[in-house]
């Protein structure tokens, strides 16, 4: 690996930060001391800490996640990632996007070889509220094992502290870069994928409507993993009838990321909700949804939009199966199907 990974981008460059380490923050309002309500704001804080009712909110949903204070059973957790899949190799590197730098972790196959190999730009889960590239890290290396192929996997600002279009605009910044120099981290950009899961499937199904509006080159197929394309959660069946009830995200959770992420701009926004962009000329889309994921229905509006516009989906809706049953090795036998549909489908992007 680092034979073609330049030493350079394996450190923050002086004078940049990495915008997508984690700061320790005084809650997320920020409240001016002349404000004219302040006399207000200190009768409410001598009540209830924090202040605003996101600050409080984004405690329980970040600690949930990652299970803090909570010892799992040793019987029900998977294998690691490296156990799962073990011949990769696994770097970090640090991108350019706007502000400074993005950390990201490279994936690629440990067998040797003298070619480049394709790339993958990946974009992890979370709520776009939560989550980092190590979470991911099976996702990632079962991607790059089974397409034979380099992921950068990225790491991107999170919401509620950072607002569309700004988690997007560091997505978009890492693709941008890749395109102009994945030959430093041994990728042959001809062929070039972004992929993603759940919220980082909402950035991969964006990215090819801001790269044609950019003039950047468009990715030859993205990859939908839980695939999310619509913050108009409300008008499809399938969350109406299974959110209210979900496990793994309920209509509160929906609700709240929303609010999170999109804050002001448009739920229709084509770089918010990508079904409502222009899918004329879209790339190869590959679709993963289970038919118990609340946002199903428009995973396959998504899919049917953009073969009505003329493009080419590959489709797999495994029936039962939750949201993020693509996410643990060996839980769900569909898991390992998710993978080789995928890689099936970027046979003939990547040349094979």
């Not at 080419?312 to 569909?334: I, L, N, S, W």
């Amino acid at each position: 690996m680092s034979t073609v990974t330049l030493d350079s981008l394996r450190c923050i460059p002086a004078g940049k930060v990495d915008v997508t380490a984690p700061v320790a923050i005084d809650g997320l309002s920020h409240i001016a001391a002349d404000d004219p309500a302040m006399p207000m704001y200190r009768v409410i804080a001598n009540n209830r800490q924090p202040v605003a009712l996101r600050d409080l909110m984004i405690a329980p949903v970040r600690t949930g996640y990652i299970g803090d204070g909570h010892q799992p059973d040793p019987a029900l957790v998977p294998p690691s990632g490296a156990q799962a899949v073990p011949d990769v190799v696994v770097d970090q590197v640090y991108l350019p996007v706007r502000d400074g730098v993005a950390r990201c972790q490279l994936y690629r196959p440990s067998s040797p070889t003298e070619a480049a190999l394709p790339v993958i730009v990946y974009f992890h889960g979370g709520g776009f509220t939560v989550g980092s590239s190590e979470d991911c890290d099976f996702v990632a290396r079962k991607l790059a094992f089974t397409n034979n192929a380099v992921v950068v996997s990225a790491n991107y600002r999170s919401a509620p502290e950072f607002v569309f279009p700004v988690p997007f605009d560091d997505a978009f910044d890492i693709y941008t870069w890749v395109v102009e120099h994945g030959a430093q981290l041994g990728g042959d950009t001809a062929h070039l994928v972004v992929a993603g899961d759940s919220a980082g499937s909402n950035f991969a199904a964006a990215i090819p409507l801001r790269a044609r509006a950019d003039g950047v080159r468009v990715p030859d197929a993205t990859v939908m993993l839980g695939a999310f394309a619509d913050f108009q959660f409300e008008r499809w069946p399938s969350f109406r009838e299974l959110a209210p009830r979900g496990i793994v995200y309920d209509m509160a959770f929906a609700g709240f990321i929303r609010g999170a992420y999109v804050g002001t701009t448009a739920w229709d926004h084509p770089w918010v909700s990508p079904i409502e962009g222009d899918l004329a000329d879209y790339p190869l889309a590959v679709v993963v949804a289970g038919t118990h994921d609340p946002i199903v229905d428009s995973a396959r509006a998504f899919a049917r939009r953009i073969r009505d516009a003329g493009g080419r989906t590959v489709d797999y809706f495994p029936e039962g199966m939750p949201h993020g049953f693509y996410f643990f090795p060996g839980v769900h036998p569909e898991e390992d199907v998710a993978y080789r549909v995928v890689a099936e489908a970027l046979a003939d992007v990547f040349a094979r």
